[in-house]
T-cell receptor, first 113, second 110 residues
Framework: KQEVTQIPAALSVPEGENLVLNCSFT??????LQWFRQDPGKGLTSLLL?????REQTSGRLNASLDKSSGRSTLYIAASQPGDSATYLC????????????FGKGTKLSVKP | DAGITQSPRHKVTETGTPVTLRCHQT?????MYWYRQDPGHGLRLIHY???????DKGEVSDGYSVSRSKTEDFLLTLESATSSQTSVYFC?????????FGPGTRLTVT
């Protein structure tokens, strides 16, 4: 059974710092991996999608990498800002599935001014 | 933002009553999903649909049923609500690869 783990569960950094969020998954047979952001009391906002054949994706200050063979993905946030404070969720789509995602429990990020 | 709405956004109901949550999309995406989010468990799939009248169970489907009579609407029904179904429910849609989420429905069963 696919399991997704995110470490750390919470992270507090000063503004301007570069940071890395980690995601690991137990079964390398995935179709893709998606990173989301969730603000308190809100829905999920898709940040980046990496297909299984890709190594990384970039959007603005965000860069996500994927190492399928080792079951790992990282989300790199450059020059963090207080507005980046949120919970970041990693989710994998298992190979052969109908698109349903398996989620990690998230990393709660706090960026202090 | 993907055109996904959920109704109601908040609901309080009593144990044993039936409850229906609605997800509506304007994107004409084929796939629709219902997840629940609970502290300590994260998001878990309840049911999903891969077309009109085509649905299947997810990880935590017991006590829930779904229906999809139109491409744009996906209904989640709690047949007889229990306190363990107190949760935040999210609808999601996708066409090919990326999945988009609605704003959620906070359901409290007393």
């Amino acid at each position: 059974k696919q399991e997704v783990t995110q470490i750390p569960a919470a992270l507090s950094v000063p503004e301007g710092e570069n940071l890395v969020l980690n995601c690991s998954f137990t079964d390398s047979a995935i179709y893709n991996l998606q990173w989301f952001r969730q603000d308190p009391g809100k829905g999920l906002t898709s940040l980046l999608l990496i297909q299984s054949s890709q190594r990384e994706q970039t959007s603005g200050r965000l860069n996500a990498s994927l190492d399928k063979s080792s079951g790992r993905s990282t989300l790199y946030i450059a020059a963090s800002q207080p507005g980046d404070s949120a919970t970041y969720l990693c989710a994998v789509r298992p190979g052969g599935s109908q698109g349903n995602l398996i989620f990690g429990k998230g990393t709660k990020l706090s960026v202090k001014p | 933002d993907a055109g996904i709405t959920q109704s109601p956004r908040h609901k309080v109901t009593e144990t044993g009553t039936p409850v229906t949550l609605r997800c509506h999309q304007t994107e004409n995406h084929r796939y629709m999903y219902w997840y629940r989010q609970d502290p300590g468990h994260g998001l878990r799939l309840i049911h999903y649909s891969y077309g009109v009248k085509d649905t299947d169970k997810g990880e935590v489907s017991d006590g829930y049923s779904v229906s999809r009579s139109k491409t744009e609407d996906f209904l989640l029904t709690l047949e007889s609500a229990t306190s363990s179904q107190t949760s935040v429910y999210f609808c999601a849609i996708s066409e090919f690869h990326e999945q988009y989420f609605g704003p959620g429905t906070r359901l409290t069963v007393t």
